[in-house]
C-alpha cells in the first residue's frame, strides 16, 4: 500500500489561476516532508520542504503541514505555463535515513 | 546545474542479458541512492549508500546489486534483465541526514525487449 498518497491525480488552472496540491501519509512515523518538481523529460528537482507544523512561502509557492493529520499542500498562485510538470510529495521518518518515499504525483497543466 | 551523472542516457537490450549503470555525483554528498521510476512516474528506492555502507535495502529482485567504490560513486548492475525491468533508474546523492534535499542525475532509461 502506497504511504505516500496524493491528490488529485491531475489537474489543469488557467494561466494567473491558483494551483492547489495535496499529500498525506498514512505513516505514523513520518517526520518531514518534500515537494519535487519533474518536468517532462527531466529529472525531479526539490521545489521545498517542510518539517514543522505551519505554512512556508517562497515566492509564488507556498506549503502548509499539519502533522497531526500528516497532511501537507502546495499552493501555486499566479501560475505560469512553465509550472506545467509532476509534481511529487515525499517524506522520511528521522530514525530512517536514506530513504525518502514518494506519492504517484499530481500532474499539473496551466492553460494559457 | 547538473552534478550527479549518469552513463548511460539510454540502454536497450534484450531478456537475460546483463546491464550496468554508472553515477558519480560531485557535490561532496556522502549518501547516494538508487531510484526506479515506472511508467506511471512512480518513484520507488531501490538501494542507499552512505561512506560505501548499505543503508537502505529494498525488496528487489537478487538479479539487481549496487556496487559503491566511494562515497562519490555508485553502480548498479542488473544480471539477467526482465521484461518488467524497463524503467527510468534515477540515481541521487544528499548529505547524510534524513533532513537533507536529494539531488537527481538524468536519469538512465532502460528498455527491454
Sequence with gaps: ?112 | ETAVFQTPNYHVTQVGNEVSFNCKQTLGHDTMYWYKQDSKKLLKIMFSYNNKQLIVNETVPRRFSPQSSDKAHLNLRIKSVEPEDSAVYLCASSYGSSQNTLYFGAGTRLSVL
Excluded at chain 1, 512553465?82 to 536514506?98: R, V, W
Design chain 1, 1 to 112: 500500500q502506497q504511504k505516500v498518497q496524493q491528490s488529485p491525480e491531475s489537474l489543469i488552472v488557467p494561466e494567473g489561476g491558483m494551483a492547489s496540491l495535496n499529500c498525506t501519509s498514512s505513516d505514523r512515523n513520518v517526520d518531514y516532508f518534500w515537494w519535487y518538481r519533474q518536468h517532462s523529460g527531466k529529472s525531479p528537482k526539490m521545489l521545498m520542504s517542510i518539517f514543522s507544523n505551519g505554512e512556508k512561502e517562497e515566492g509564488r509557492f507556498t506549503v502548509h503541514l499539519n502533522k497531526a493529520s500528516l497532511h501537507t499542500s502546495l499552493h501555486i498562485r499566479d501560475s505560469q505555463p512553465s509550472d506545467s510538470a509532476l509534481y511529487l510529495c515525499a517524506a522520511s521518518m528521522h530514525y530512517n535515513q536514506g530513504k525518502l518515499i514518494f506519492g504517484q504525483g499530481t500532474k499539473l497543466s496551466i492553460k494559457p
